[in-house]
């Protein structure tokens, strides 16, 4: 059989059947009509992105467009602050009115600080942006005073707690049998010292057996039984469908001034920027420390969704250390970028200590990372 063989500056000539051109660009003009009207059909999914970056030792832009302290303490005693404690947010590209198409899901692919979320666990089916953006902003409301309250405590202030119903989902199966206004005194024979408090024990629970609350209504004492439901967020849980408000009394006015963010995730940052500011000298020793957790009044730092893309919106603001809930870890390692610190923090006091740490110039490989975890 013959052989054909080539030297390395020499190639086989093709000839081009009689006829046969415009068929082979036609073939061609109509994959590339169809790849791009593909490409283009609405997706179900969302894009989450790294969002503005906020440090809460700074100024925020309020809706005047006046720059004013994002944490204001106007009448207790309050100490000089270096460096940042940067709170990080997720932007998120797409909803059911709007949604993304595939070719901007495949580029966010291709980007390692982006991530393609099933547009169910943003915004469940019934779910409006509006109420979606309702609720984030009430968790935002909530989670301001949650860390007010972790601060203080952490200060040595005794605080009462209050835990009320604000809203109920409609079908949930708090629906029909609490009432937005209740007051939550106990659940499973538990106190309900904060909503985080609450959640713990439903979770704990499960979606097999009701729970059975204590409750306040109208000043009289009742007690209902609730099963809880599986969410469908990305890290499904067990939920009874409300949306829980915190009352603290606290000794002295403490202000946050932060608008058009939602959810729960700064708790804990927002808490050490306020001790920050109670306490001589500066928390971070100068340095720009970013980082991210929900919070209870008792100082137990929870996980957050996004922690990869707020690990690089820290990177992108200048921050070289980032505080991560340790119940983050599974998302946190293999996705640390370049140039950024991660140390893994279960409660306030380790954040503390980090801070602590880094300021006086300690050992931080002694320090708690998710990589050791």
């Known amino acids: 059989m013959p052989v054909a063989i080539f030297t390395d500056n020499e190639l086989p000539i093709a000839r081009r059947p009689r006829g046969g051109g415009w068929f082979g660009w036609g073939l061609i003009a109509v994959a590339i009509v169809s790849i791009t009207t593909i490409a283009l059909v609405p997706s179900p999914y969302v894009i989450e992105k790294p969002g503005p970056v906020f440090d809460v030792l700074g100024t925020a832009q309020n809706s005047d467009d006046e720059e004013v302290p994002l944490i204001e303490i106007p009448v207790e005693e309050t100490y000089p602050t270096e460096g940042s404690l940067n ?24 980007n390692r600080s982006s991530a393609v979320v099933p547009i169910d666990s943003v915004y469940p089916e ?8 309702e609720q984030n902003a009430v968790q ?30 409609e079908g949930a199966p708090a629906d029909g049998v609490l009432e937005a206004g209740d007051v939550v005194t106990s659940v499973n ?26 409750i306040i209504r109208d000043g009289k004492p009742l007690t209902l039984e609730v099963t809880p439901v599986m969410s469908e967020a990305e890290q ?41 500011k109670l306490t001589p000298g500066a928390l971070t ?13 008792d100082g137990e ?33 293999g996705n640390i970028p370049d140039g950024l610190t991660v140390f893994a923090v279960s ?6 200590e980090v801070l602590n740490t880094i300021s006086e110039g300690g050992n931080q490989s002694e320090l708690p990372t998710c990589d050791a975890n």
Not at 141 to 168: C, H, K, M, P
Not at 189 to 213: H, K, M
Request: a negative charge; glycine letters at 12%.
């Open 87 to 110: 709170m990080l947010t997720v932007s998120i590209t797409g909803n059911r009115e709007s949604p993304v198409n595939w070719l901007d899901v495949a580029f966010a692919f291709l």
């Open 126 to 133: 019934g779910v409006t942006v509006e109420q979606s953006n």
């Open 140 to 169: 935002m409301t909530d989670s301001q005073q949650v860390a007010i309250a972790a601060a203080l405590i952490n200060l040595g202030y005794d605080l009462e707690t209050t835990v009320t119903i604000g809203q109920i989902g």
């Open 189 to 214: 024979s538990e106190p309900v010292t904060d909503d985080a408090s609450l959640r713990d024990v439903i979770q704990d629970n499960g979606i097999e057996e009701p729970v059975t609350l204590g």
């Open 236 to 276: 499904p849980t067990p939920i009874i469908g409300v949306v829980l408000s915190n009352a603290y009394e606290f000794p002295f006015d403490v202000t946050i001034q932060l608008e058009n963010v939602g959810g729960p995730s700064a708790g804990q940052m927002f808490a050490l920027g306020i001790i920050d």
């Open 285 to 297: 020793g100068g340095e720009d420390v970013a980082g991210t957790g929900t919070i209870t009044a």
């Open 301 to 333: 730092i929870g996980a957050i969704g996004g922690i990869r893309q707020k690990m690089y919106g820290a990177l992108d603001a200048g921050a070289t250390y980032f505080l991560a809930p340790q119940s983050n870890c599974d998302a946190v390692v």
């Open 347 to 352: 409660t306030l006091d380790d954040s503390i």
